[in-house]
């Protein structure tokens, strides 16, 4: 079984490149989310999805958009990047937005240079 | 704003107990959750308390207590594969998760 995978495992970025990080999950699961994990802080909220179709902004959307136009998939896009966005990066998933675990991608290192 | 505190760093001995403690302040509680995440890898569910109360599972168990704004992980006859980072979330008046920065547990022989 799958689960949740993402792709690209790690990726070095020029300054002002953009690039979209992409994450599929076979478990149809209804809410998806991205979070980022920095050195000293929690996992931070950039965008979830609790449903295909919809979209929210997280507690750190700055510089990242991302869609949901089916269930499977839910790619965050970075228009034009800055190394303050160098972090790891993990999708997630779960049943529902209100209920349960969530499921986790194996993360995207990501360098800004 | 809101918190969630844990001790950065914790040292067990192999078969010993550990507790690692998570003090929250939130908007609101819906649910609090521990994960472990070993070094590299993606963060895996262990543990839901929503009501207060002791939760067990095998070796490990959580503690809620709602009143203190207080959860604990304890780990029982630890393990060498038990080192990780465990992390500490909480699920507050949105249904977002606010996530503690995580407490490294380290595993001596």
């Known amino acids: 079984t799958a689960g949740i995978t993402q792709a690209p495992t790690s990726q070095i970025l020029a300054a002002g490149r953009s690039m979209t990080l992409r994450c599929t999950q076979d478990?149809?699961?209804?809410?998806m989310y991205w979070y980022r994990q920095d050195l000293g802080l929690g996992l931070r909220l950039i965008h979830y999805?609790?449903?295909?179709?919809?979209?929210g902004k997280g507690e750190v959307p700055d510089g990242y958009s991302v869609s949901r136009a089916n269930t499977d998939d839910f790619p965050l896009t970075l228009a034009s990047a800055v190394p303050s966005q160098t972090s790891v990066y993990f999708c997630?998933?779960?049943?529902?937005?209100?209920?349960?675990?969530?499921?986790f991608g194996q993360g995207t290192r990501l360098t800004v240079v | 704003g809101q918190n969630i505190d844990q001790p950065t760093e914790m040292t067990a001995t192999e078969g010993a107990i550990v507790q690692i403690n998570c003090t929250y302040q939130t908007s609101g509680f819906n649910g609090l959750f521990w994960y472990q995440q070993h070094a590299g890898e993606a963060p895996t569910f262990l543990s839901y308390?929503?009501l207060d109360g002791l939760e067990e599972k095998g070796r490990f168990s959580s503690f809620l207590s709602r009143s203190k704004g207080y959860s604990y992980l304890l780990l029982k006859e630890l393990q060498m594969k038990d080192s990780a980072s465990y992390l500490c979330?909480?699920?507050?008046?949105?249904?977002?998760?606010?996530w503690g920065a995580g407490t490294k547990l380290i595993i001596k022989p």
């Open positions: 997630a998933s779960s049943v529902g937005g209100e209920t349960t675990e969530a499921f």
């Open positions: 478990m149809r699961h209804n809410a």
């Open positions: 999805s609790n449903t295909a179709g919809t979209t």
């Open positions: 308390n929503v």
């Open positions: 979330a909480v699920r507050d008046n949105n249904y977002q998760l606010i």
